[in-house]
């Protein structure tokens, strides 16, 4: 699955509003610190960044993916935190790994 998929498939799929657009807009106003949610645009561009993608055209793996989000996944455990953030990132963990399954689902039914 693509980069841009993956997103698009999480966007669809939160329960929080991470879209800003659709997921080219979405991607490059997390990049550039425009997102309408200065949280959801901090993991959209921590999860593109540290992906090691060159366009978000890009396969990415489940874990590469998970991965990404390490580093901010960490920063909203702290108890100082705000909580809301940390719901934000395990929901889209969650949204990564329910797109990885809906692919392999669909690939073994081609099977």
């Known amino acids: 699955m693509t980069f841009i998929e993956l997103l698009t498939y999480v966007g669809s799929h939160s329960k929080y509003d ?11 106003a997390a990049r550039n610190g425009s997102h309408k949610n200065p949280v959801a645009g901090k993991v959209i561009a921590d999860m593109y960044q540290n992906s090691g993608l060159a366009t978000p055209a890009d396969a990415i793996e489940r874990a590469q993916a998970i991965k990404t989000l390490g580093p901010i996944r960490l920063f909203y ?13 395990e929901d889209v963990v969650h ?17």
């Open 18 to 28: 991470i879209m800003d657009g659709d997921a080219e807009a979405t991607l490059a």
């Open 77 to 89: 455990m702290k108890d100082d935190a705000p909580v809301e953030g940390f719901r934000m990132v």
């Open 95 to 111: 949204k990564i790994d329910g797109a990885f399954n809906e692919e392999a689902m669909r690939l073994k039914a081609q099977i």
